[in-house]
C-alpha cells in the first residue's frame, strides 16, 4: 500500500515537473525579438514553437509578446509605406489573448528579460483593441464590437482602480453596443455594472436616469444623480446640472428648478449652448418671461445659433398654447364665458404673430428639423398665412414615414 502511494506522488512530481518544463525552442525566438529585433522571423519561430507546447504558460507569453511586438512592427511599417498591406491584422488580439492564457495556466509565470508580464501586456494591448471595437460600432457590427470590448474590460479589470475611468468607458460603449441591439436586460445591466465604478464619466449617470425616468422612479433619479453630483468634477457637469433642472421640474420642485436654472446661466451665461438648455427647462416651467430674458442674452452672442432661436419660438408658442387652454375652460363653463374665451383666444392668436417671426428665422437657419418644421407649419396654418411647397413637402414626408 504504502508503495502505491509513493508511486502516486512520484507520478504526481513528474507530471508538474514536465507542465513546468520551459520549452527550449523559446530560446531562439526570444533571441530573434529581443536581442535580433527581427520581429518578422521571432513570429515564424514562434509559430513553429508553439505548436505542441500549447500546455505551456511560457510558450504563451513569449507568443503574446511576439504579437504585441508585430502589432506594432506593422503600424509602423505602414506609416512609413502607405503600399504595405498589414498581414497579421488580428495580432493584437492574439496577443492579448495569449497574455491572458498565460496566467490562466499559471499564475505565477514570470516573464523573460525584456519582454512583458502578462499584466502589463493586457493594459497595453487593450487600447488598440478598444479602437477596433469603437470602428465596429461606426460600421454597426455590434456583435464584432461586443466581443472585442469584453476583451478589453477583461485587460483593464486586472488593476480596477487603476485603469477604472478606461474600465468605464468600455462599459458604456458595451451597454450602447445593446442597447443599439435592442437588448434592454443587457443595456441596463452593463450600466449597474458601470456605475459602481463611481467614475467622472456622465453618461453612466445620465443614461441610468433616463432608464429610471421611464420607469417612473423619481427616487432613484434623484439617488442616481446625487451620486454623480459626487463623483464628477464641475468642469465636466453641465449636463448633470441640466438633469437636475429636469429632476426638478420631475418631482413638482418649481422654487428649486427657477434657482438651479438661474445658477446654471450665471455660470455659463457666454455658452449659447448652455443658455438653450437653461431656457427649455424655463420654457417648460411656464417661465416665459425669465425665459426670454435669458435667450436675449444668448442671442446678443449667437444670433443665428438654431437653437436659441428654436427656443424663443417655443416660448411663444407654449404661451400661447396656455391661452388656448383658458379659451377651452371659459367655453366649458356653465354658463359659457364668451368675453374671456375671446379675449384668451386674442392673446394667443397675438402670441403666435410673435411666435411666427421666430419660426420663420430658426427654419432659414436649418430646414430639416422634423419638430420645428411641424410646429411652423401649424402656426402657419392658424394665423392663416401662407404655407411654402417645400415646408408642406417637408411636412408631408413626415406623415408618409
Not at 470590448?149 to 468600455?170: E, F, H, M, T, W
Request: include cysteine; charged fraction near 25%.
Amino acid at each position: 500500500m504504502k508503495k502505491t502511494f509513493l508511486f502516486v506522488i512520484l507520478l504526481f512530481f513528474a507530471g508538474h515537473f514536465l507542465n513546468a518544463q520551459r520549452p527550449s525552442c523559446l530560446n531562439d525566438v526570444e533571441y530573434a525579438l529581443v536581442s535580433l529585433k527581427e520581429v518578422p522571423r521571432a513570429r515564424k519561430y514562434m509559430d513553429d514553437c508553439f505548436s505542441g507546447n500549447e500546455s505551456s504558460a511560457d510558450a504563451w507569453l513569449v507568443r503574446a509578446n511576439v504579437y504585441l511586438q508585430l502589432y506594432g512592427y506593422e503600424l509602423e511599417r505602414n506609416s512609413q509605406d502607405k503600399k504595405y498591406v498589414i498581414r497579421w491584422p488580428d495580432a493584437i488580439i492574439t496577443a492579448n489573448e495569449s497574455f491572458y492564457k498565460a496566467v490562466e495556466l499559471r499564475a505565477d509565470v514570470k516573464a523573460p528579460q525584456g519582454l512583458l508580464d502578462p499584466r502589463d501586456g493586457q493594459l497595453l494591448s487593450a487600447p488598440p483593441i478598444h479602437d477596433l471595437a469603437a470602428k465596429a460600432m461606426d460600421d454597426k457590427n455590434y456583435t464584432e464590437a461586443i466581443k472585442l470590448l469584453n476583451l478589453v474590460i477583461r485587460s483593464y479589470k486586472v488593476d480596477p482602480r487603476g485603469y477604472a475611468i478606461y474600465l468605464g468607458y468600455a462599459y458604456v460603449d458595451l451597454a450602447n453596443c445593446y442597447k443599439a441591439m435592442g437588448d434592454e436586460t443587457n443595456y441596463k445591466k452593463i450600466l449597474y455594472d458601470a456605475v459602481k465604478l463611481n467614475v467622472a464619466i456622465p453618461d453612466i449617470y445620465l443614461n441610468l436616469y433616463d432608464l429610471y425616468k421611464l420607469e417612473n422612479d423619481t427616487a432613484k433619479c434623484g439617488d442616481i444623480l446625487t451620486q454623480a453630483r459626487k463623483a464628477i468634477p464641475d468642469s465636466l457637469a453641465i449636463d448633470i446640472q441640466g438633469y437636475e433642472l429636469d429632476y426638478f421640474a420631475m418631482i413638482g420642485d418649481t422654487v428649486k428648478l427657477k434657482d438651479g436654472a438661474l445658477k446654471m446661466f450665471e455660470q455659463y451665461k457666454d455658452n449659447p449652448a448652455v443658455i438653450a438648455i437653461v431656457a427649455g427647462h424655463l420654457v417648460n416651467n411656464k417661465e416665459y418671461t425669465l425665459a426670454e430674458e435669458i435667450l436675449d442674452v444668448g442671442l446678443s452672442i449667437a444670433p443665428e445659433d438654431f437653437d436659441l432661436n428654436q427656443q424663443m419660438t417655443y416660448r411663444y408658442y407654449y404661451e400661447a398654447a396656455d391661452y388656448d387652454k383658458i379659451k377651452d375652460v371659459k367655453l366649458n363653463e356653465k354658463p359659457r364665458q364668451y368675453k374671456e374665451a375671446e379675449a384668451a383666444l386674442n392673446k394667443a392668436n397675438e402670441l403666435l404673430g410673435i411666435a411666427v417671426t421666430w419660426a420663420e428665422k430658426t427654419y432659414i437657419i436649418y430646414q430639416d428639423d422634423r419638430l420645428h418644421n411641424i410646429m411652423y407649419r401649424q402656426i402657419l396654418a392658424r394665423l392663416g398665412m401662407p404655407i411654402s411647397e417645400e415646408l408642406q413637402e417637408k411636412v408631408d414626408s413626415y406623415i408618409k414615414q
